[in-house]
């Protein structure tokens, strides 16, 4: 479903063939202007003829955990031809051994392309209700 995807195809002609060029760029300024980011780069993917498979590889998160109650995401961010941009890794922990117990810390690490690590940050969070706080 595109970004007409609302009309019929008789509808768009009615509508689409006695506009002006101004008046088709308004139309369609206000109709990609209600559209989500994804949607907007999957549009832009499919105008420039581009595997739509890639759309997977541009954004990729891995979940994993272990016994402890930690959990991991990392997020993979790729340009539409695949190759790496950047990427972020989440480390979260808990004050319990259980996963639904109070989060403890979440450390958040950016690298570059070649997953070298240019931030790391770090949320401290507190199981008595204070708010979060970035520690060094």
């Known amino acids: 479903m595109g970004i007409f995807g609302d009309f019929t ?3 768009l002609k009615n509508i689409l063939l006695p506009l ?3 008046q088709l760029l308004t139309l369609y300024n206000n109709k990609l202007s209600n559209l989500t980011r994804r949607e907007l780069l999957v549009l832009a993917l499919k105008i420039l003829d ?3 498979s890639l759309w997977e590889e541009m954004k990729r998160i891995v979940n994993t955990g272990d016994a ?3 959990l991991l ?3 993979e961010v790729r340009d539409i031809l695949g190759n790496k ?3 972020t890794k989440r480390e979260y922990s808990y004050y319990g051994d259980d996963p639904k117990s109070p989060r403890d810390t979440i450390t958040i690490t950016e690298m ?3 997953d070298q690590v240019v931030n790391v940050r770090k949320i401290k969070h507190y199981p008595d ?3 979060p706080e970035w520690i060094e």
């Open 73 to 75: 995401e990392v997020d």
């Open 112 to 114: 570059d392309n070649l």
């Open 129 to 131: 209700g204070r708010q």
């Open 20 to 22: 002006d060029k101004t």
């Open 50 to 52: 581009v595997d739509m």
């Open 68 to 70: 402890r109650g930690q």
């Open 85 to 87: 941009i950047k990427s």
């Open 9 to 11: 195809i008789d509808q």
